[in-house]
């Protein structure tokens, strides 16, 4: 188990847009959506859930972008219109909670993902982790990956 300091930071890739975290990450997870797949142009995604206002940018404004989901919902995202690097996604109406994609972490040595969701869209030739929590599509219920990623590591303030 590794223990992490808080506050996180992160940054897009050009750095214009830097956040804070205030508080962990309650999951990190593996999305093979459509959408992940054509928004990053790989297999999939590693997102973190994160509570929607314990995320601050520190420089910089984000640009936005909306889109219908695959599960239909409204989403929209949060990028750096410099560089084009996502930084994290949410849902509209907010439901509080935002995927802050675990790429843009200053220090991502400890970021693993505790399973994959939308696995019937995921590339052929992937091959999950035989503990990893799968889902076939958007869960409705995320408690097994948010049991399995406390495993993972601790928090300190």
Not at 39 to 56: D, K, N, R, T
Not at 86 to 115: C, E, H, K, M, Y
Request: hydrophobic content about 35%; overall charge neutral; aromatic content about 12%.
């Amino acid at each position: 188990m590794k223990q992490v300091s808080l506050p996180l930071t992160g940054r897009c890739q050009c750095g214009k847009i830097r956040y804070s975290l205030s508080e962990p990450p309650f999951l990190i997870y593996g999305c093979h959506c459509t959408n992940c797949q054509k928004q990053s142009g790989g297999a999939f995604i590693l997102s973190s859930g994160v509570p929607e206002h314990a995320l601050s940018f520190t420089a910089g404004e984000p640009s936005r972008f909306e889109w219908t989901s695959d599960a239909g919902t409204q989403r929209y995202g949060l990028f750096c219109a410099d560089c084009g690097s996502r930084i994290a996604n949410g849902q509209t109406p907010s439901i509080g909670v935002l995927s802050l994609r675990a790429g843009t972490f200053d220090d991502t040595s400890w970021v693993r993902p505790a399973g994959h969701i939308w696995m019937r869209s995921a590339q052929p030739w992937f091959r999950p982790g035989p503990e990893d929590v799968l889902c076939d599509q958007q869960p409705t219920d995320y408690s097994a990956l948010v049991e399995r990623f406390a495993t993972f590591q601790t928090f300190a303030a």
